[in-house]
């Protein structure tokens, strides 16, 4: 894919600066993060179904929901790298949080955290959609000393909270595809606050 292939090109340009300017690089192969202050509209799995689990509208699976997803928490994130870039390593090293979900049960686990009365539905299997994406953080944690902190669901309720705040200024978000919505605020008559179940 473009994309897989844009990241190799970028760790060789980065290694040919290095070899030809004598400088320092880093480089930081970092597997999906979430956290507050994401996008609502950033079209990424955990913006998705919190803000459709939110708002009681369809959790959108694309396939059976049998492929693998890892996720960390940005505090997380921002160690690794902080510490990837005061050391001393400077091969490619992973970033990311092991612990495994398929997609299936990680709307369902949305689902209940946020009381949601969503229907899952399943959409056509998007091209070039990898079955499994989970990081052998095994450098980092030998050359960092870093492994994650922040457990999915204890980042997952962070989220939540913070995607809540967001829609209740903004009263409606359309979260992804081609009616997708920004946030913004709306008159005070047009917001709808969630009741809790």
């Known amino acids: 894919a473009c994309y897989d292939e844009g990241k190799r090109v970028a760790e060789t340009m980065m290694y040919a600066y290095r070899d030809q300017n004598n400088v320092d690089v880093r480089v930081a ?85 946020t009381g949601s009365k969503s229907v899952i539905k399943h959409l056509p299997k998007t091209e070039d959609d990898p079955t499994q994406r989970r990081p052998d953080i095994t450098t980092a944690k030998r050359e960092l000393e870093w492994e994650p902190k922040v457990s999915v669901m204890e980042g997952l309720e962070q ?23 920004k946030p913004q605020a709306q008159q005070e008559s047009n917001k709808r606050p969630r009741t809790s179940s």
């Open 29 to 113: 192969r970092i597997f999906n993060t979430f956290g507050p202050r994401m996008h609502p509209n950033d079209g990424r799995v955990v913006s998705n179904f919190i803000i459709q689990s939110l708002q009681d509208i369809d959790l959108t699976i694309y396939g059976d929901g049998s492929q693998t997803r890892s996720f960390q928490y940005v505090s997380d994130l921002v160690r690794g790298l902080y510490a990837l870039m005061n050391g001393n390593y400077d091969q490619p090293v992973n970033l990311g949080n092991p612990d495994e979900y398929s997609i299936k049960d990680f709307a369902f686990k949305i689902k209940e955290l």
């Open 159 to 181: 989220t939540v909270t913070y995607f809540q705040s967001v829609l209740d200024e903004a009263g409606e978000i359309i979260p992804t595809g081609p009616g997708a919505t």
